[in-house]
């Protein structure tokens, strides 16, 4: 498939079960959905089955294209959580989701069995954090099940990633990181490389400047030839720029958010999906203004 271009970004399709699922016409925002006790923004919020439905449904109200569901918390420092547990979190609100949405669900994790069952329990999508690299499995699950998968660049595990994560060449090895994802997702599951999405993990084993360079050079991930996703939602270089705490990262989120999109992201995932769904329309106005009114 060869992609076109709208504006700054690449058009890409990803086959959904449900439908395609269409990159790069207008960015896309993915709303996160924590069900753990210990996530770093909202931890405990949503633990609640119940609770983390009507959120799961809000956020579509509000604009969200995708749901991720996670059940393990990826904060800096966390200790991972068995898989039984993990997927009593999960599956109950990926089914109940699946069931009542029309927009794809899909499923936070590293684990090829917790991702297997959820798929299998509605969910449409796997996103990796690991990028495909702490369970050799998750290539062959994404295969079987033909499901877009997100691979995500890490240096280390959510345990020792902010242990003084150091780079000769930042962009250099992130982008040989997500190539070999993508070859391993082809060479040793199967996987359509047409079915990746790429992210280049913010805040997940980066200094503050390695991620406010990431978003500056974010164009040379292009090089890649996959869709980008981008997630600076209330993270810590936020709040280190700015001198806020968790809860008052709202504006320095969303302007993030702009950049990404500004920048060629075809997907942003945000805890707050309302602003960001203005926000990234705004975007795609200016980028697409010779369209507008026409």
Known sequence: MNPSRNGSREEFVLRCREGDLHLGVRTLVMGVLN????????GGLFLD??????????MAEEGADIIDVGGESSRPGSDPVSQDEELERIIPVIEALASRLQIPVSVDTYKAQVAERAVEAGAQMINDISG?????????????????LIIMHIKGTPKTMQEDPRYEDLMGEI????????????????VDPHQVIVDPGIGFGKRVE????????????TCLGRPLIIGTSRKSFIGAVL??????????????????ALKGAHMVRVHDVGP??????????VVNAERWGS
């Open 175 to 190: 982008i040989a990181y997500l190539r070999e994802g993508i070859d391993r997702a082809e060479r040793v599951g199967g």
């Open 35 to 42: 069900v753990t006790p210990d996530s770093f923004s909202d």
């Open 132 to 148: 495909l690299r702490f369970d050799p499995q998750m290539p062959s699950v994404a295969a079987r099940f033909d499901t877009p």
């Open 243 to 260: 001198d806020r705490e968790v809860d008052q990262r709202a504006i320095g989120t969303l302007a993030t958010v702009a950049v990404s």
């Open 210 to 221: 390695d991620n406010l360079m990431i978003l500056k050079r974010l164009p040379e991930l």
């Open 276 to 285: 960001a769904r203005q926000a990234v329309d705004m975007v795609d106005a």
């Open 49 to 58: 089955t119940h609770r983390a439905i009507e959120h799961g449904l809000r």
